[in-house]
């Protein structure tokens, strides 16, 4: 499946296949433009992504940097409620979907670079192939591999669904 991503600083305008996607999978709130652009309003925006297939959404992203300035992780979490920063179609299988997030993650390389040396999935499950991910590296934790040192949070967390 060939995919493609849309990469939105913050403060840029969300586009109108974002609250349609966000209907048509029943997400959260919270993932409505509106709220987004209400965060930039306040000097809070997010780094918003939207992986499309065909010109069709099937994922969008929330996150922003973390760290000093300088390199710094990229964590793609939702504010305000604390859950995972990505939503993937629901008709999407493992393989699309992590196909998805690399195609998120490549696109953050090509426009951040250096500024940005790894991806950290907030709230993802331990089985989740995506706690923390250097971009271009493998899909998996990164425990020391890529001379990347091993995530400092937790993947569950107490009293989440996916808590170890």
Known sequence: MPLSCELLAPGEPVPSEWDRFVGEQALLRAWDGGAFAALAGAGQGRWLGMVHEGGRPVGLFCGRLRG????AVFECRMPWVGLAGFALAA???QADR???LATFERALRRR???RCPGVLYSRACRSSPWPVVPP???RTPTRGRCGW????????W???RCSA
Do not use: K, T, Y
């Open 68 to 71: 000093r300035p300088g390199p």
């Open 91 to 93: 008709e999407l299988d």
């Open 98 to 100: 992590r196909e998805a």
């Open 112 to 114: 951040l670079g250096w």
């Open 136 to 138: 271009g590296c493998s």
């Open 149 to 156: 040192p091993p995530p400092r949070r937790p993947v569950g």
């Open 158 to 160: 107490p009293g989440s």
